[in-house]
C-alpha cells in the first residue's frame, strides 16, 4: 500500500459545512499523481517519464468528510495490471473513517504520439509491488502463460510423398464418393463454385 498524508482546506468547504465532493476526486489524484512520480523507485528509475492519462474514475462517497487539523490519509492499492493500464483502488480516510472509495484507472502515455503505450517491464514490477499477494499471483500466472503462448512455435509441415500410379486413381475415386455436392446459391452460374464459409473463431478474455 502507497500512503500520501493529504491536508485538507478550509476552501475545501461548501455550503453544506463539509468538503465538497469535486475537491475529494482531487485528493485521490493527489495520491495517483504521488505514486506515479514521486515514489522513490519511480524517481529513481524515471518510471512513467512521458506521463500518464487518467482514463476512468468510479467513486463511492461513505462519509461526510469536515474539514480538521488532522491530515487525511489516502491510501493506494494496485488491483490489476494491463497491458497499458493500471486500474488502482483509493481509500481516502481520517482516523478509523473510510470518507471515499475510488477505483481510477491510469494509462501509460507515449511522448511523441500523445496516445496510450505499454507498461515496461519495469513499470510492472514496480506497481507489482503494491498489489495483494493472491492479485500478484494471478497476474504473475497471466504473465507466464502470455509469455509460454508466445513463444511456442508451430509445428513443421510435413509435405507426403507424392502417390503415382494406380493408387493416386484409387485415392482420387474414393475422395469423389464420400465428398457430399456442394449446392451451388440460386442465380449462379453452373460452374461456379461455392463460397466457402470461414471457420467461426471464438473470442477468449483479454488479460489487459
Given at each position: ?5 493529504c491536508?485538507?482546506r ?13 475537491r475529494?476526486?482531487?485528493y485521490?489524484q ?9 515514489h522513490?523507485t ?15 474514475h468510479e467513486?463511492?462517497?461513505?462519509e ?10 489516502v491510501?493506494?492499492?494496485?488491483e490489476r495490471l494491463?497491458r497499458?493500464?493500471v ?14 472509495r475510488?477505483?481510477t484507472?491510469?494509462?501509460a502515455r ?16 514496480f ?9 500478484r ?6 504473465a507466464?502463460?502470455v ?8 509445428p513443421?509441415?510435413v ?8 493408387a ?6 474414393a ?8 449446392r451451388?446459391p440460386?442465380g449462379?452460374?453452373a ?17 489487459g
Open positions: 500500500m502507497h500512503v500520501l498524508s491536508p485538507t478550509w476552501s475545501d468547504v461548501d455550503e453544506n459545512g463539509h468538503i465538497n465532493n469535486a475529494l476526486v482531487g485521490v493527489e495520491g495517483i499523481y504521488d505514486l506515479f512520480r514521486h522513490e519511480a524517481v529513481r528509475e524515471s518510471l512513467f517519464a512521458s506521463g500518464f492519462i487518467i482514463a476512468r467513486i463511492d462517497y461513505l461526510q468528510l469536515h474539514h480538521r487539523p488532522e491530515p487525511l490519509s491510501r493506494l492499492t494496485v494491463g497499458s493500464s486500474q488502482v483502488e483509493v481509500n481516502v480516510c481520517r482516523d478509523r473513517l473510510t470518507f471515499m475510488a477505483r484507472v491510469v494509462v507515449d511522448r511523441e504520439s500523445g496516445r496510450s503505450r505499454a507498461l515496461s517491464p519495469a513499470e510492472r514490477i506497481l507489482s509491488a503494491f498489489m495483494a499477494d493472491a492479485a499471483a494471478q497476474a504473475a500466472l497471466a507466464t502463460t509469455t509460454a503462448a508466445t513463444t511456442v512455435t508451430a513443421a509441415t509435405t507426403a510423398p507424392a502417390v503415382v500410379g494406380a493416386t486413381t484409387v485415392a482420387a475415386a475422395v469423389t464418393a464420400t465428398t457430399p455436392a456442394q451451388v440460386g449462379a452460374a460452374g461456379a463454385m461455392a463460397p466457402s464459409r470461414r471457420p467461426r473463431r471464438r473470442c477468449h478474455a483479454s488479460a
